[in-house]
């Protein structure tokens, strides 16, 4: 038989379910399509936002398919292991079943496609249980040998407290080790402590809202209604040799932000009301429609994209879009943050905390930003060198070279470790950063 999944009555009527289901946005279906996954999740009373994916509701039609003693299998994308709206799932799965399992091959066996995949193994449909067996192998062949590289058992609780146990049980014994003995003696401490990260704003129309240098002349756009901002992190990265703050004049963007309407200004308000600038749907919220609410200047800006994020202080008093984040200090110099900033410890803890898209590229959101530790004070009295010399080497080797300056400056000179102590911190990186990255799986 043919037909829509979701739409089958199916309760108690197999032993099994196996499936791999479309890992679609669910606001991307048809109206009727959506519905019908809407309805499911809201019957099993769990929350799932509109731009998650089908599966979910997928494996949710599934359970109720299940007689007693019987078992489910999914190839899911390993979002199931960390994204927030699998909670709920989680803890219906715990609920319905004696035994939960993932099973994780760092061979990538679907070469076509960027979304890393995983095992979802449920079985003894009646039962309950409160962790999940983790499995690990190297290749599809150990799989089908049941030849394990890792077994490790997870609480449930840590992956509801967003832990990202699936990642951190990923370490070598040598690695989880080190990272202990670095907590025992309070080398880290969570960021969140010192920076509170948000979005920047969202203007709801890019080009409208940062009208270039011709435009501004044009309707002869007064300075006081353009508000000096950056856009992204090519603008951060610069091209004149931007380093670890940026200064008023360096990013030549700005953002529209009218405070005394001049007749250029009502020309320029009405063109964007001709283009339907005003009918976008951010806009269609405000009052009026071209102002962009919840501007804020932060104190500092993080790059959101890439493996080697960067961290400015934001001295040229900049606004900020949304696609950085704005940092907030709290009870620390800016100075002092961002000579803790760089180095592989922070480079670890955003492998740790970090989710990734497709292909393996790092998108970091103010939740996980959060979540990160980095090294805790430094003596004040060293700050100023180091700073200037991190400084230094940003504008003139790039913010790869100012994370190995960084551990040489302070995670050797200032906390102690090793040479032995940096291998293994960078080895860890390395390990993550190929299980996360399809790709390199691909070359070996």
Not at 145 to 169: E, H, Y
Not at 185 to 191: D, E, G, L, Y
Request: glycine residues 6%; hydrophobic residues 40%.
């Amino acid at each position: 038989m043919i037909s829509d999944f979701l739409s089958l009555n199916l309760d108690n009527m197999y032993d099994a379910v196996i499936g791999n289901p479309p890992y679609v946005v669910i606001k991307n279906l048809p109206s009727k399509q959506r519905l019908t996954a809407r309805n499911i999740i809201d019957k099993h009373d769990v929350q799932c936002p509109n731009n998650g994916s089908l599966w979910f509701p997928f494996v949710l039609h599934s359970i109720p398919a299940i007689k007693p003693n019987g078992r489910l299998a999914f190839v899911l994308p390993f979002e199931i292991t960390h994204a927030r709206y699998a909670y709920g799932l989680w803890k219906i799965l715990s609920q319905h079943f004696s035994n939960l399992s993932i099973y994780r091959i760092y061979e990538d066996f679907f070469p076509n496609v960027d979304v890393e995949t995983v095992l979802l193994f449920a079985e003894g449909k009646g039962g309950k249980t409160s962790s999940v067996e983790y499995y690990i192998y190297n290749t599809v062949n150990d799989l089908l040998k049941n030849n394990a590289a890792q077994r490790q058992q997870i609480a449930l609780q840590n992956i509801l407290n967003n832990d990202k146990p699936f990642i951190s049980t990923l370490l070598t014994s040598a690695q989880r080790q080190l990272l202990q003995r670095i907590k025992k003696h309070n080398i880290v401490t969570p960021i969140i402590k010192s920076c509170k990260f948000k979005i920047g704003y969202v203007s709801a129309d890019k080009n409208y809202f940062h009208p270039n240098a011709d435009v501004v002349k044009h309707y002869s756009i007064p300075q006081r209604n353009l508000h000096p901002a950056i856009l992204n992190s090519k603008e951060l990265n610069g091209c004149s040799g931007i380093g670890i703050d940026v200064s008023a004049g360096e990013c030549a963007s700005n953002l529209y932000y009218p405070k005394k309407i001049t007749k250029g200004d009502r020309l320029y308000i009405q063109s964007g009301e001709i283009k339907g600038v005003h009918q976008r749907y951010k806009c269609r919220q405000r009052d009026p429609w071209y102002i962009t609410p919840n501007l804020e200047v932060p104190d500092v800006i993080l790059s959101v994209f890439g493996e080697m994020p960067k961290l400015v202080i934001n001295k040229g008093q900049y606004v900020v879009s949304n696609s950085l984040l704005c940092g907030d200090l709290r009870n620390t110099a800016a100075k002092q943050l961002l000579c803790r900033w760089y180095n592989s410890l922070t480079l670890l803890s955003l492998e740790l905390n970090v989710h990734s898209l497709g292909g393996g590229s790092f998108v970091i959101i103010p939740g996980e930003a959060d979540r990160l530790e980095i090294v805790d004070n430094i003596p004040q009295q060293k700050i100023s060198a180091i700073y200037s010399q991190l400084n230094a080497t940003v504008k003139k080797l790039g913010v790869e070279a100012a994370y190995i300056l960084g551990d040489r400056l302070v995670l050797q000179e200032i906390f102690g470790l090793s040479d032995n102590d940096l291998k293994i911190i960078r080895e860890a990186i390395h390990l993550l950063k190929n299980w996360r990255t399809p790709a390199k799986r691909r070359q070996e």
